[in-house]
């Protein structure tokens, strides 16, 4: 009862409050926020009605001249040059040479792709790649066209590919900050840090509206709430494009795309790249409101999304990427595919796909070698009459508008741009600052009992907690690399650490700051802080079952226990994507702060947790949930609006100092129906699961692998994709005179805590591989109890290896194929699986050339165990 009451306290109080915010409309009318919600859960899907979409009044002049050059531009061009507009490689898949022989309309750069594969590759040398690349699109000796080439790159949360950029909160960070000025200002700032480096194109903003928090890419979403995402949309448009009739994509600007169109974030069960079964009513009223604010700004680009519609995958719908988005909404810019997503599309692959076209994709983003099969399959296909030609020249009219419109053929080289090689505005103070105001006004104050909060900088504070000092952790996926990981502090210069801000507070205070990731100390502190949360992902890799953080470990809920039970005061600041269930914690910790993803300013944060020296509050919380507090593990669809609308707190709490605490009570920490057992044990499984990472192996050197190209000796490394982006490794090397491969090993040289696979337990040792070359003589596969060592060291008893060599003759080459070992073939040589610290290592003396997925242990099967060892 007590429970009930607090909860309707909390929604009336919030709600009250929220409904005068002229960005707050759907609360507006509760009655109309129940249909919308009927309308999404509902799986009936009627007959289409384009009338329920809009006819938008895009903020673009339609200028007559510029429709007269482009039909000119058009007149003049073959088909294998309009096709080649139509084609967008991936650089680690093309050379200049490449671009000068066909001319491709545009390129890109993947998550965690550099130039020269290079993670620390500086301004110049973006710069150096941007120029050559346009150079030879503008030569004409090959392939008879000079029209420039474009560069696209995912900047979604600044130029986030390139070391020593300001990166800002993720985007929901930014949602709680209901500030769409502030927003606009975010946005200039990545245009201006993109153009540094000679880019032209940007792949933001993601104006998914999240239905189910078990989603991957929840951080990318600004809210659950579909009037925020169309305000934040025109906002970050207009600060990327700049304002038409004003500054339109001048020398500082870039083009923009608002993604994924459509339905991305309404999924069944939040599954990545899944299917929305939403009625179309409410597939516009939730799901396309960015849409009409960012059009209706002027974005010039549109990314189609990885989801089905009703089971039919969006790059292939017809009906809405013509009929509703062009035809009815009037967009008048081009359509781009995600990676390789065209291949998703029924009866297509990604080197085959006349499908896409004919619904209305324009570019096609395939970034691997299936570029050339795809090129000259469209052209034969046109030839053939399979893809009319009126649906070509409409793509390339479109794409030619956006680059006449973007000033691309009128604009110096990238080298010669206003903002080229001025390597001092990436990362500049003003911009960082602006940054550290999104950081502060981005945190959500969910508890503060007996008001713990705001710190007096003159005491003595013990900082404990892995995320506490680890930039990268604090900047989630998307960063750097395409997944956030690897990365270490020294990744972000100019950045700053959550400890750097509380030990510059303190300092400042004349108090004391002691620092223990584990949260041991000499001297008992006054209060505690403890930084903790989600680790580095992004999608495909983040979906979860559930939201209980931590399923299973609870380490950081042992740290705060055991902080609370001897009489220490005690402060969370939560790092994650997501709202999550944490209940537990939440009782654990006095006060507790969401501070979601915020960038490379963790500094920032110590000044809305500190009063300054003389006792002041310097900032306040200003931070509201963009999405609902989940009250159980699997409430992971909770959304305002819905009729049984019931959380643990509402869309739009944030508590500001002085207010009461709501949580003042102990919560329910009964996980109930998450007591589900794991039935495998994923080591590789389209990303590395922590602690977990890959090794290039040559003899007795290593080399931990960074980033999705690598090289050690005459060991090559590259990321691939299976079925997914990515989700594959290629590893190819020449004969040698000593064993060479790659291992998984333990990041922090300690196994994996509560990992006990038993010749009792039954397991075995599974993966995925396709050999692509003649099978070696020999093939070790190892595991061992310590990091960094080979199978080379016999005397080791703790490490042992069996020769899978003779296995592979049974299998076809080129083909995927499952592999299983029994884990005895191992323990029976004295490894001792409770203290792996390399579970997986492969090696050989021969050339080789395979690829290799989803290793994991699982059950032992005599169906799917390749090899036994009694």
């Not at 909404?329 to 599309?345: L, T």
């Not at 997944?483 to 020294?490: E, F, I, K, L, R």
């Not at 070992?821 to 490894?831: H, L, P, S």
């Amino acid at each position: 009862m007590i429970a009930n009451v607090l909860r309707f306290t909390i929604i009336f109080a919030v709600l009250g409050g929220l409904l005068a915010s002229p960005l707050i409309k759907v609360h507006a009318d509760s009655a109309a926020n129940s249909e919308i919600s009927k309308s999404l859960s509902s799986a009936a899907h009627t007959e289409n009605d384009v009338s329920i979409w809009p006819v938008l009044e895009v903020d673009i002049d339609k200028n007559e001249a510029l429709e007269q050059t482009v039909a000119q531009l058009l007149s003049t061009m073959t088909l294998e040059q309009k096709i080649a507009q139509m084609i967008q490689p991936e650089i680690r898949d093309i050379t200049p040479e490449d671009m000068r022989k066909y001319g491709f309309g545009s390129y890109l750069n993947g998550g965690g792709s550099f130039p020269n594969g290079n993670k620390h590759a500086s301004a110049h040398d973006w710069i150096k790649l941007a120029e050559q690349m346009y150079q030879a699109s503008v030569d004409n000796s090959l392939d008879g066209s000079s029209i420039p080439t474009m560069w696209g790159t995912d900047a979604v949360h600044g130029h986030n590919n390139v070391i020593g950029a300001t990166l800002f909160p993720h985007n929901i960070g930014l949602g709680a900050m209901q500030n769409p000025e502030l927003i606009e200002q975010i946005a200039q700032v990545t245009a201006a840090e993109v153009m540094v480096t000679g880019i032209d194109w940007v792949f933001a903003p993601t104006v998914a509206v999240v239905r189910d928090d078990r989603w991957g890419r929840t951080y990318e979403s600004y809210s659950e709430n579909p009037e925020i995402v169309k305000t934040y949309a025109a906002s970050i448009v207009r600060g990327l494009q700049g304002r038409p009739g004003i500054d339109f994509l001048n020398d500082e600007r870039v083009i923009s795309t608002v993604k994924h169109f459509v339905g991305d974030g309404g999924t069944v069960a939040g599954d990545d790249q899944g299917d929305n079964v939403a009625n179309e009513k409410a597939l516009y009223e939730i799901h396309a409101q960015g849409y009409v604010g960012g059009l209706t700004a002027g974005a010039q680009s549109v990314m189609a999304s990885f989801n089905s519609w009703h089971g039919e995958k969006l790059h292939g719908h017809r009906y809405l990427l013509t009929e509703v988005l062009k035809e009815r909404m009037g967009f008048d810019g081009f359509v781009v595919g995600d990676w390789n997503g065209h291949g998703q599309i029924k009866g297509c692959s990604e080197q085959d796909c006349a499908q896409a076209a004919n619904a209305g994709l324009d570019i096609y983003m395939v970034p691997t070698g299936a570029w050339k099969p795809l090129y000259y399959n469209l052209i034969e296909q046109v030839n053939n009459g399979v893809i009319p030609l009126s649906r070509i020249d409409d793509a390339v009219t479109r794409i030619l508008r956006v680059k006449v419109r973007a000033g691309l053929f009128n604009k110096p080289s990238p080298a010669k741009r206003a903002l080229s090689g001025k390597t001092n505005v990436i990362g500049q103070t003003s911009h960082r600052d602006i940054a550290r105001q999104a950081v502060r006004e981005s945190l959500v104050l969910l508890k503060n009992r007996n008001q713990l909060l705001p710190l007096s900088p003159s005491q003595r504070v013990l900082v404990a907690g892995d995320g506490a000092d680890n930039i990268g952790k604090q900047s989630g996926g998307w960063t750097i690399t395409w997944q956030g990981t690897n990365n270490t502090n020294d990744d972000f210069p100019g950045g700053t650490s959550i400890l750097d801000g509380i030990q510059e507070q303190v300092e400042r205070g004349q108090g004391s700051v002691s620092y223990s990731i584990d949260g041991q100390y000499t001297e008992k502190p006054d209060v505690a802080i403890v930084v903790f949360g989600e680790n580095p992902y992004a999608e495909g890799h983040g979906d979860r079952e559930h939201l209980d953080y931590q399923h299973g470990e609870k380490s950081d809920l042992a740290l705060l226990k055991r902080l609370k039970s001897a009489g220490i005061p005690v402060v969370s600041i939560f790092l994650s994507g997501r709202p999550m269930w944490v209940n537990a914690e939440l009782n654990a910790s006095d006060a507790f702060v969401a501070a979601w993803l915020p960038g490379s300013e963790g500094a920032a944060i110590a000044s809305v947790l500190f009063t300054d020296p003389s006792n002041r509050v310097q900032h306040d919380f200003k931070g509201k949930l963009p999405f609902s507090w989940p009250k159980s593990a699997h409430q992971a669809a909770v959304n305002v609006g819905d009729t049984h609308y019931d959380p643990l707190l509402p869309y739009g709490f944030g508590l500001r100092y002085g207010d009461s605490d709501m949580l003042a009570y102990d919560l329910d920490e009964d996980n109930h129906d998450t007591s589900d057992i794991e039935q495998g044990l994923a080591l590789f499984s389209g990303a590395l699961k922590a602690p977990w990472q890959f090794e290039l192996v040559s003899g007795s050197t290593t080399s931990k692998v960074v980033s999705n190209t690598a090289s050690l000796a005459s060991v090559d490394y590259r990321t691939i994709d299976k079925t997914i982006q990515e989700d594959a490794i290629l590893l190819s090397a020449e004969r040698s005179e000593q064993l060479q491969g790659i291992q998984i090993t333990s990041s922090n040289n300690m196994p994996k805590e509560g990992m006990s696979l038993s010749a009792e337990a039954n397991y075995q040792l599974s993966f995925l591989l396709k050999l692509d070359s003649s099978i070696p003589e020999r093939l070790m596969l190892g595991m061992g109890c310590r990091a960094n060592q080979s199978i080379n060291s016999a005397e080791d008893s703790c490490m042992a290896a069996v020769d899978i060599a003779p296995l592979l003759s049974r299998h076809l080459t080129g083909k995927w194929e499952s592999f299983a070992v029994d884990v005895n073939c191992f323990t029976q040589q004295g490894v001792m699986t409770s203290a792996l610290t390399m579970p997986f290592q492969l090696l050989s003396k021969n050339a080789f050339n395979l690829s290799l997925s989803d290793i994991r242990f699982e059950p032992s099967s005599s169906n799917t165990t390749s090899l036994q060892c009694e």
